[in-house]
């Protein structure tokens, strides 16, 4: 799988805008409602434990902070089709994550709408504003 390549391409149909780190990083700027945006970045990277590549994709939703319901956001994300919550470098964040082994194009499109449309969602429901 070449993630910038699909993000590249999947940019221009949605409208979006795309930037490659390298050539295992790049990033999709991904129109929402509302006339936002939100930014997921795509990552394929290694899995020691089960000896596979696999797609990361994430997006920030917000700081990390003591008020933030953590029983509520882990309930939620039984709702969500590929998704999750984490926190990294201080910041919560939506993730999806498949193996690069057998995701087609339409999943992997999915994938990054259900990561943007989530992130932008719990950023306005968590701080009332568009930060990322």
Known sequence: MDIS???RNYAD???GQYTA???DQSIIIVPVSGNRFQTVIGTIKKNELYNRSIITLNSKVCDVNSSLDYKMLLEQTSYFNYCRFIISGNHLQVEAVAAV??????????MVQEVANLADQYEMKLTGS???
């Open 13 to 15: 149909q949605i409208g």
């Open 130 to 132: 568009d930060i990322h």
């Open 101 to 110: 082994d057998g995701i087609n194009d339409d999943s992997l499109k999915e």
């Open 21 to 23: 780190y390298d050539a």
């Open 5 to 7: 390549s699909f993000l």
